[in-house]
């Protein structure tokens, strides 16, 4: 991908799937959001338009124009933070009969303007003869689906990973317990291409699904290991997790902090002995 314009501005994933880099506002140290186009007999859908000025629209138009697609039959969202949706008005302005889907949990935070359709695990999205499946992944947002193209064996993994660092998963959307199921249940279908919404497409199979879940574990371990010192306030919690943050990262590494315990309280490990959110909190 050279970026010198918006007709290369695209880069080739698969046969018939084109990741489109958009510069959105999101979480460092991203800067862009992965929209993905995938087409198949001149069919095509865009995932995860993150942002909508002329630049985006110019380099999703290249990317389906480079699979013969005048205009997408719809847009699919994995979730609907706004680094995924930024792009979704102006899309429905230039091609009026897009179709929205946004997985059913997150219905309830679409606009209504846009007449999304609620999709769930197991949903099945066909572009001319291939076969989409939607795969149920929450973890990250309270509800996110990934997109599986068996017959390329290609998992567009929205904000289930990263292709490099990891994916904030933080209260009030994020649920720990369920993140690691969906990684399993990403890593069963045996990828040999993950796609992320951030970061680069990873060609190493399941790799960096089976990372992420042991990165996840690996700071459960060392939570429940601060504790063994005894009940800590949530800011202690984040200091030993997160020593030298930047006070302006505070705030979501906290968030991250209560989603693992939230998680630890629902197995009955942990148990909160405060009268606030801070805790303290102790091992059960
Ligand atoms: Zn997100």
Redesign the pocket.
């Known amino acids: 991908m050279s970026g010198a314009g918006a007709a290369d501005a695209f880069e080739r994933v698969a046969d018939g799937a084109l990741r489109v880099p958009l510069r959105t506002q999101t979480l460092p140290p991203f800067t862009h959001t992965n929209a993905y186009v995938l087409a198949a007999d001149g069919v095509g859908i865009v995932i995860d338009p993150g942002a909508g000025d002329p630049d985006a629209l110019a380099a999703l138009r290249a990317a389906l124009a480079a699979v013969g697609v005048a205009a997408p039959k719809g847009v699919l969202l994995t979730?609907t933070?706004p680094?995924?949706v930024g792009g979704v008005d102006a899309a429905r302005s230039l091609w009026p009969d897009l179709q929205v889907w946004a997985p059913a949990g997150e219905l309830g935070r679409c606009d209504g303007a846009w007449g999304a359709i609620g999709v769930r695990h197991g949903r099945r999205l066909t572009l001319g003869g291939a076969v989409l499946t939607l795969v149920g992944t929450p973890g990250?947002?309270l509800d996110h689906v990934a997109v599986w193209w068996a017959a390329q064996r290609l998992l567009v993994a929205g904000?289930l990973v990263a292709g490099a660092g990891s994916i904030w998963v933080g209260l009030p959307d994020g649920d720990v317990g369920a993140y690691l199921s969906s990684l399993e249940r990403a890593a069963a279908l045996d990828p040999a291409v993950v796609a992320p919404a951030h970061g680069p497409v990873r060609r190493d199979g399941a790799a960096v699904l089976h990372v992420a879940r042991r990165h996840r574990l690996a700071r459960e371990a060392s939570l429940l290991q601060a504790l063994q010192d005894g009940p800590a306030r949530i800011g202690a919690l984040r200091a030993r997790l997160y020593p030298d943050l930047d006070e302006s990262a505070h705030d979501l590494a906290e968030r991250t902090v209560l989603a693992h315990l939230a998680k630890l309280m629902r197995e009955r490990r942990v148990m909160h002995v405060g009268s606030d959110r801070d805790g303290p909190y102790a091992l059960a």
């Open positions: 979730h933070h680094d995924h990250h947002a904000d």
